[in-house]
T-cell receptor
Framework: AQSVTQLDSQVPVFEEAPVELRCNYSSSVSVYLFWYVQYPNQGLQLLLKYLSGSTLVESINGFEAEFNKSQTSFHLRKPSVHISDTAEYFCAVSDRGAQKLVFGQGTRLTINP | NAGVMQNPRHLVRRRGQEARLRCSPMKGHSHVYWYRQLPEEGLKFMVYLQKENIIDESGMPKERFSAEFPKEGPSILRIQQVVRGDSAAYFC??????????????FGPGTRLLVL
């Protein structure tokens, strides 16, 4: 069965510093990959997704993630974070042809001024 | 276009009572998914429904939990005889087609259930 590992439960960084949130999944079969963001007391919002094509995907607010099939990873990066990026970030994977998403445990990103 | 609506946002129940969680999908979406988030954990898939059909309930506990998505009205996740271990955030998501997860799932704000 598919599983997702987010290696860091919490990541504190200073404002304007770069950040990388790591995500590894278990299966190398064809997958769809997602990053969702959850702001305090809110639901999940889709940040970006990889379905096919270019292995580097970007969001509108400066995040990017790269699908690495050989390492079964989909790490999320941002070159310069802002206070407003403080949230919990979830990596999710789905096997192609399946409907359900398998989520990682989440990474809490804290931005310090 | 309103997003996925869930109500109530917070629900408190005593052990043995029933909990009913409601989810109205986005307009034009006919596929609904329920996920549960236990404290300090990620979301876990529970069930996937289309109108009047349960498509995949592989993540549903075998007892006390049921889900429906009637022809009219919201999807309902029902938990009978709640226990403290049912305390969690329950999220609903919807998608427009659902034939593959290329149709993105959009999440509601969740219902936070507390069992006393």
């Amino acid at each position: 069965a598919q599983s997702v590992t987010q290696l860091d439960s919490q990541v504190p960084v200073f404002e304007e510093a770069p950040v990388e949130l790591r995500c590894n999944y278990s299966s190398s079969v064809s997958v769809y990959l997602f990053w969702y963001v959850q702001y305090p007391n809110q639901g999940l919002q889709l940040l970006l997704k990889y379905l096919s094509g270019s292995t580097l995907v970007e969001s509108i607010n400066g995040f990017e993630a790269e699908f690495n099939k050989s390492q079964t990873s989909f790490h999320l990066r941002k070159p310069s974070v802002h206070i407003s990026d403080t949230a919990e970030y979830f990596c999710a994977v789905s096997d192609r042809g399946a409907q359900k998403l398998v989520f990682g445990q989440g990474t809490r990103l804290t931005i310090n001024p | 276009n309103a997003g996925v609506m869930q109500n109530p946002r917070h629900l408190v129940r005593r052990r043995g009572q029933e909990a009913r969680l409601r989810c109205s999908p986005m307009k034009g979406h006919s596929h609904v998914y329920w996920y549960r988030q236990l404290p300090e954990e990620g979301l876990k898939f529970m069930v996937y429904l289309q109108k009047e059909n349960i498509i995949d309930e592989s993540g549903m506990p075998k007892e006390r939990f049921s889900a429906e998505f009637p022809k009219e009205g919201p999807s309902i996740l029902r938990i009978q005889q709640v226990v403290r271990g049912d305390s969690a955030a329950y999220f609903c998501a919807s998608s427009p087609i659902g034939t593959g997860v290329e149709e993105t799932q959009y999440f509601g704000p969740g219902t936070r259930l507390l069992v006393l």
